[in-house]
């Protein structure tokens, strides 16, 4: 199975009156760079995270978004700071004392000043958290990996159609070689005789020079090295896995292949079909940078 570095996966797990969703999206990267973003009281199963998610990706940039509920009546608990409160009361009574007021202060009153009362987070089962957490990383990165393989098919299939094309170039540039060998001597033995006129020429000379000519625009390396890589690709593509960087080396073996029938090409059509060689080489080169 081949898949792509472009996914996306969430999912939510609910258990004992709390809420955990993980979210997780991801693009291409050379390495597995995971960022988490998490809540400050999960922030210590972060490396849990990490360790679910290394089973799933080898690649990609990874980003993860963990949000947290809790429902549960014990979550928070009212705490009243009575220290402070003896504060306020004798603060008011030095105020109206000093400046003969009329002291009116009620409890009311005085409940409505800053940190008389607070409502603090209560710990929570670390172990059911943990549970929960694990339950919805899990889910969301099987949803994420499937995902990226579907795009995955999507890719292989079209660079399979790409490897298709690159074929029939190979073939026209192999049938066509041995064309462009015979015209040049058709030109060549024409020439020559045009500037002998009636005059005995050394057809020899002629062979030697077609030789020289046939040898310099030879892509016959080039061609068997082209197919073979192909194959390649495609064996890559059959055997599924973890293969960007293996493509991606292939992709850059081919384009040099391309480019050496390029600088030989000795007439239009070789040169028409070298340059389609090349886009399509540069295509499947932009859809590997996206397989993991």
Known sequence: MISSMTGFGRYEAVKDKMKISVEMKSVNHRYLDINIKIPKKLSA?????????KKYIQRGKVDVFVTYEDYSEASCALKYNE???REYIKYFHQIAD?????????????ARFPEIFTMEEQDADQTAILEVLDLAVHH???QFVSSRAEEGENLKNDMLGKLEAMQKDVDFIEAHIPQSIAAYRERLTAKVKELLEEKQF?????AAEVT???DKICVDEETVRLRSHIEAVKSALAAGGSVGRKLDFIAQEMNREANTIL?????????????????????IREQIQNIE
């Open 202 to 206: 050394d057809d020899s000379r002629i």
């Open 45 to 53: 199963f972060e490396s849990n995270i990490r360790t679910i998610l």
């Open 140 to 142: 969301a990165a099987a």
């Open 212 to 214: 020289l000519y046939a």
């Open 98 to 110: 000093t400046f003969q007021l009329e002291n009116t202060l009620d409890a009311a009153t005085l």
């Open 263 to 283: 600088s030989k090409a000795s007439d239009l059509a070789v040169s028409d079909a070298g340059i389609e060689l090349k886009t399509s080489i540069e295509k």
């Open 83 to 85: 220290t402070l409160a």
